[in-house]
């Protein structure tokens, strides 16, 4: 496990690499690693013949600084749990190194970010689509990894591979949870005791939500899931939508011929956790 800072010398092992028709998988984060992150790498070890991880902060998806600055950075820790998984490349770069000019690209994603995060967090995806293209073009990989639990997150870096003509892979991977169903995120580790004892029932309520849409029509379940949740005191929902696995519109009816993915932001506290289910 080789830790580099730099993009050139990245950029010159990866040439290597490829010169000897090695395969390479790519996991980009921005640390504060956990179980989520580490079966990402997993995957990626398991299915290419190198794997790079990224651990950068990127502060061009942040639209609340507040957010940027008390985002967790524990990168000792994070190079310890990654040793276990054996990646070929720990890739840490300072803002300097990726955005030696500020970035002025702006992409359109159309629906994709008009709805949901993209709505609620202006700006948040044309910084992700900077942040993941720049990688893309450092690392060159044949496969990398995103999370479902940044469902709408994989749609628009799809959308992106595909308009930028490029040719990675994205495997989208299953969303892992502690054991009492909470999806993993490094923001759960800024939650007070008590808050992360509540936020269990973001992801309690979204599991009762699928059992009981063999009963309620959309608009009902739609509507029970955000009163369910805003009935305890720690948790206000920001919204709770149902759309289409790939066009991200709202669905209005059970019978339409498509996947069904309930998506929802909650507030705890100054903290926004996010969570989905497919129905
Ligand atoms: P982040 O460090 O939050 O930018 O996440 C890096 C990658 O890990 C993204 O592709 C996330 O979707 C993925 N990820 C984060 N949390 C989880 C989780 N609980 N399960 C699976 N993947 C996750």
């Given at each position: 496990m080789e830790i ?75 190079l310890?749990?990654l040793s276990?998984y054996n990646p070929d490349i720990i ?189």
């Amino acid at each position: 496990m080789e830790i580099i800072r730099l993009v050139a010398e990245t950029k010159a092992k990866i040439s290597k690499f490829k010169e000897e028709g090695k395969s390479i998988g790519f996991v980009p984060t921005m640390g504060a690693l956990h179980q989520g992150h580490l079966s990402l790498t997993e995957q990626s070890v398991k299915n290419n013949d190198i794997t790079i991880v990224s651990i950068f902060v990127n502060p061009t998806q942040f639209n609340n600084p507040n957010d940027l600055k008390t985002y967790p950075r524990c990168i000792e820790d994070d190079l310890e749990k990654l040793s276990k998984y054996n990646p070929d490349i720990i890739f840490i770069p300072e803002v300097e190194e990726i955005y030696p000019e500020p970035d002025t690209r702006v992409f359109n994603f159309g629906q994709l970010d008009t709805v949901m995060e993209g709505k609620n967090r202006p700006g948040h995806f044309n910084g992700v689509a900077q942040v993941v293209s720049k990688l893309f073009d450092i690392v060159t990989p044949d496969n990398s990894y995103f999370g479902q639990k940044d469902f709408q997150q994989v749609a628009v870096i799809k959308q992106m591979v595909k308009d930028l003509k490029l040719s990675v892979n994205i495997v989208p991977c299953p969303i892992i949870r502690e054991e009492d169903g909470l999806a993993m995120s490094s923001r759960n580790m800024l939650l007070s005791d008590v808050q992360r004892k509540n936020a269990s029932k973001i992801s309690e309520t979204l599991f009762k939500a699928r059992n009981l849409a063999a009963e309620l029509n959309v608009t009902q379940l739609k509507n029970w899931v955000v009163e369910e949740i805003n009935k305890n005191p720690y948790l206000s929902v920001e919204y709770f939508e149902i759309v289409d696995d790939t066009t991200l519109t709202q669905i209005n009816s059970w019978d339409e011929d498509n996947v069904k993915v309930g998506c929802i932001t909650v507030q705890v506290g100054k903290i926004r956790l996010i969570d989905n289910v497919t129905f």
